[in-house]
Nanobody, 123 residues
Framework: VQLQASGGGFVQAGGSLRLSCTAS????????MGWYRQTPGNQREFVGS???????NYADFVKARFTISRSNDKNTMYLQMNNLNAEDTAVYYC??????????????????WGKGTLVTVSS
């Protein structure tokens, strides 16, 4: 599975932005997709996720401002970000958890990261 994130850019405080993450390859094996973000000098932090069943989960700091959704074919995940503030400035990364197929070794789950997309919010 490969992940391609897009949609980052520059926005003024209070504005909105939508990020996309498109998965390709053996996408049927994905059990969860998520968004993380990272600022210089800090660890990558969880933003939100959506399971293959459609259950979403969010970090406390983004609730009611950010919404995760996906395309009908489940291969693209979106992060709608509203009411952005300067603290949301970060590189946003797409993440996926997949179950390896019967022919793969080692067995079990695999975590995949896409390249980040930069979001800059001016105050």
């Amino acid at each position: 599975v490969q992940l391609q994130a897009s949609g980052g850019g520059f926005v003024q405080a209070g504005g909105s932005l939508r990020l996309s993450c498109t998965a390709s390859g053996t996408t049927f094996s994905i059990t969860r997709m998520g968004w993380y973000r990272q600022t210089p000098g800090n660890q990558r932090e969880f933003v939100g996720s959506i399971t293959s069943g459609g259950t979403t989960n969010y970090a406390d700091f983004v609730k009611a401002r950010f919404t995760i959704s996906r395309s009908n074919d489940k291969n693209t995940m979106y992060l709608q970000m509203n009411n952005l503030n300067a603290e949301d400035t970060a590189v946003y990364y797409c993440n996926a958890i997949r179950v390896r197929t019967m022919s793969e070794r080692p067995r079990g789950n695999q975590e995949i990261w896409g390249k980040g997309t930069l979001v800059t919010v001016s105050s």
